[in-house]
């Protein structure tokens, strides 16, 4: 299943002809999962992460070497190298190393926790996300929560924020052994759901990890770009400002979506 796109050919599922409903090959396959990535997607996660980062350092230009030195340990992970918690330790450390901080072990557990403190307090939902999330829920698509960020702490926002009775499965790259862009980490919400990637869409902030990944998972591929910084876009992707445009794209390209009710 594609969205249809101007100057591309769109691939169509014949769906199984009903009792006595001729097959119909130009009508497009029904959407039955949208996936939607967790930390700025949903929650604006980089602002409270620099917030806590700037208090703890009194200096808020660290942040994209904690982001790449984050990034590098994550993929330990999924590699199944470590685990999220000796991660946590292990980053942090290292990172405090590179800016020229060299501490006890203690002291790094100490800055981790104080770091995961102020984060907490800090959580926000994008305004945007109710709304997306109880339109999704009314038009009876399964949603899925797709992460490649630890475990415990994604279950502890989607828990704290109440977002948690939205979603019917939350899949956590530690956990399922690969990470986005990987198809195998789509490839397995799918499975879980007992859904067809192509009757699967995912949403996310990052154009290649998660549209891109999404695209040549088989799904279609999202990407939500708050920030309208308009790079180019390669083909196959969709690109949505914000999740309130969201179900107006879905109705518009889904022949068979659910669609709420007007009250």
Not at 99 to 114: A, K, L
Not at 205 to 221: F, I, N, P
């Amino acid at each position: 299943m594609d969205f249809a796109r101007p100057g591309t050919p769109t691939r169509v599922r014949v769906p199984e002809p009903g009792l006595g409903d001729p097959a119909d090959p130009w009508r497009p396959s029904r959407l039955r999962l949208v996936c939607l990535d967790i930390d700025d997607t949903l929650i604006d996660f980089t602002s409270a992460g620099k917030r806590a980062l700037s208090l703890l350092l009194g200096r808020d230009d660290m942040w994209p070497l904690w982001e790449r030195i984050t990034d590098w340990h994550v993929a330990q992970v999924v590699a199944g190298e470590i685990d999220y918690a000796c991660m946590h330790h292990r980053r942090t450390q290292y990172f405090l190393a590179e800016i020229g901080i060299v501490v006890e072990p203690e002291d790094v557990t100490r800055f981790e926790c104080r770091r995961k403190e102020v984060l907490r307090r800090s959580w926000r939902l994008f305004d945007d996300v109710l709304p997306c999330l109880e339109w999704l829920r009314a038009a009876d698509v399964l949603i899925a929560a797709v992460t490649n960020a630890s475990g415990a702490h994604q279950r502890a926002k989607l828990a704290d924020l109440g977002l948690t009775r939205f979603f019917d499965h939350l899949a956590i790259a530690g956990e399922v052994g690969a990470a986005k862009p990987d198809p195998v980490m789509f490839h397995s919400v799918c499975a879980v759901l007992d859904c067809d990637p192509g009757e699967a869409a995912h949403v996310g902030d990052k154009l290649h990890t998660d549209a891109v990944g999404a695209r040549d998972a088989g799904l279609e591929g999202i990407w939500l770009d708050r920030s309208g910084g308009e790079p180019e876009v390669p083909d196959g992707v969709h690109v949505i400002g914000g999740l309130d445009e969201l179900p107006q794209l879905l109705v518009s390209e889904f022949a068979m979506i659910g669609v709420p009710a007007q009250r």
